[in-house]
């Protein structure tokens, strides 16, 4: 699972910088503003549409086999709209590609979290969640290295189907090497170890967390890109 994050991160981040370039290549009709306030609508966009789907997706994500399901198609679409972004013709084409991608990614973000909870026992899951950050960080820090190389040899959009190329590797690797869980083997391997008092005990004192907490999670994801828009514009 992380290893699959890491894929799709390392194409997510070439999109974010090649997105300035193709900005600047673009016709954007009807859309005003300077240059630098379209390539932040643009980014900020996506970070904003996964915010608003993503609690709405985890609500119907509840077995392992449907967040399975989402994350592969999350991924699968996610990387169709960036191999598009390659012939896009004009700005708003390319806004509305990266709205897709927002709620592609809102299929992936909480079925991956939950596969996770899933896999992991209670008292491993802050080890397991820190290496799934680590991984997905990773491949969004190599991203924008592996995106600057394939600019200077690609010329125009079609440096876009590089930036598609780590989602199939993403998506290959759940279908691959994630096999859909069974529900009695992750429910003992979550409560076996839990305890009744912990915040991570809702298997075991049935309490259902809802939405609690994605709410704040979709926040995050949506101030971080907010914060990177900011950066790039600069």
């Known amino acids: 699972l992380s290893l699959s994050r890491l894929a799709e991160a390392l194409g997510n981040g070439f999109v974010v910088l090649a997105i300035p370039t193709t900005v600047a290549l673009l016709p954007h009709g009807w859309i005003p503003g300077q240059?630098?306030?379209?390539?932040?609508?643009?980014?900020?966009?996506?970070?904003?549409?996964?915010?608003?789907?993503?609690?709405?997706?985890?609500?119907?994500?509840?077995?392992?086999?449907?967040?399975?399901?989402?994350?592969?198609?999350?991924?699968?679409?996610?990387?169709?709209?960036?191999?598009?972004?390659?012939?896009?013709?004009?700005?708003?084409?390319?806004?509305?590609?990266?709205?897709?991608?927002?709620?592609?990614?809102?299929?992936v973000v909480p079925s991956t979290l939950?596969?996770?909870?899933?896999?992991?026992?209670?008292?491993?899951?802050?080890?397991?969640?820190?290496?799934?950050?680590?991984?997905?960080?990773?491949?969004?820090?190599?991203?924008?290295?592996?995106?600057?190389?394939?600019?200077?040899?690609?010329?125009?959009?079609?440096?876009?189907?590089?930036?598609?190329?780590?989602?199939?590797?993403?998506?290959?690797?759940v279908l691959i090497l994630v096999p859909a869980p069974h529900s009695n083997e992750t429910r003992q391997r979550t409560t076996a170890p839990a305890d009744p008092t912990s915040s991570l005990g809702e298997d075991v004192t049935g309490i259902d967390p809802g939405l609690k907490p994605l709410i704040p999670l979709s926040v995050g994801m949506f101030a971080c890109a907010c914060s990177l828009s900011i950066m790039v514009v600069l």
């Open 35 to 107: 240059e630098a306030t379209r390539v932040g609508l643009i980014i900020s966009l996506f970070g904003f549409t996964l915010a608003i789907a993503q609690p709405i997706v985890g609500r119907y994500a509840r077995s392992p086999r449907i967040q399975r399901k989402y994350m592969v198609g999350g991924i699968l679409c996610f990387t169709a709209a960036t191999a598009l972004m390659s012939i896009a013709s004009s700005y708003e084409a390319l806004l509305g590609l990266r709205v897709i991608q927002g709620l592609c990614m809102a299929f």
């Open 114 to 173: 939950a596969l996770i909870s899933q896999y992991a026992a209670a008292n491993h899951r802050g080890a397991a969640m820190g290496f799934y950050g680590m991984c997905r960080m990773l491949g969004f820090g190599l991203g924008p290295i592996v995106g600057g190389l394939a600019l200077l040899a690609l010329t125009g959009p079609s440096a876009y189907l590089v930036a598609a190329i780590p989602g199939v590797l993403a998506a290959l690797i």
